[in-house]
């Protein structure tokens, strides 16, 4: 595990938690103004996987969760999932590593060692803005034309970065 080198273990269990919790984490409301509106504070500039984090984290710190989720558009369901994965995939962690400690980076102001992390461990799900079509990328590994998704926090982000880390290609 990369993240015990970049002392950001917590940080990307979470985000692996949320990932393979197999559900939505940010709603599209009826009021789609309002539900983007309301996830704004939550969502990170630098990308999903930080705005998962980020939502997950804020999320798990109010006391009555449920209602948060319902205020900020997020899908309550899937966050409690992610916890429960997370829970587990710690204890594994402690377990087969024998670490004593899961490490954190320290939160938001240190979220760059996560970056960092993830562009490490995710190297081969990378891409390259096409210079021509700047709307387009290019992944580095197999040379595939592909584009931000429009839920994405970097698809409204100008200028659009120059280089992405994905999790996954939605071929539609």
């Known amino acids: 595990l990369l993240s015990f080198d970049f002392e950001c273990t917590a940080e990307i269990l979470t985000i692996v938690a949320l990932l393979s919790a197999d559900a939505q984490v940010f709603l599209n409301s009826k009021k789609s103004r309002d539900g983007a509106q309301a996830a704004k504070p939550i969502q990170h500039e630098d990308g999903d996987h930080l705005s998962l984090l980020s939502a997950f984290t804020q999320w798990k710190k109010q006391e009555q969760r ?9 899908n309550h369901a899937a966050l409690e999932k992610a916890a429960h994965i997370r829970s587990q995939l710690k204890d594994l962690v402690q377990q087969a590593w024998g670490a004593k400690q ?8 240190n979220y760059v060692s996560v970056r960092r992390c993830l ?3 995710l190297f081969t799900q990378t891409a390259r803005r096409d210079e021509v079509n700047q709307h387009s990328y290019q992944t580095l590994l197999s040379r595939q034309v592909v584009k931000l998704h429009p839920s994405s926090v970097l698809h409204r982000r100008q200028p659009p970065p120059p280089c992405v880390v994905y999790s996954d290609i939605v071929t539609t």
Do not use: D, F, V
């Open 66 to 74: 449920k209602a948060y989720a319902r205020e900020h558009s997020l």
């Open 102 to 109: 899961i490490s954190s980076c320290g939160g938001p102001k």
């Open 119 to 121: 562009l490490k461990g």
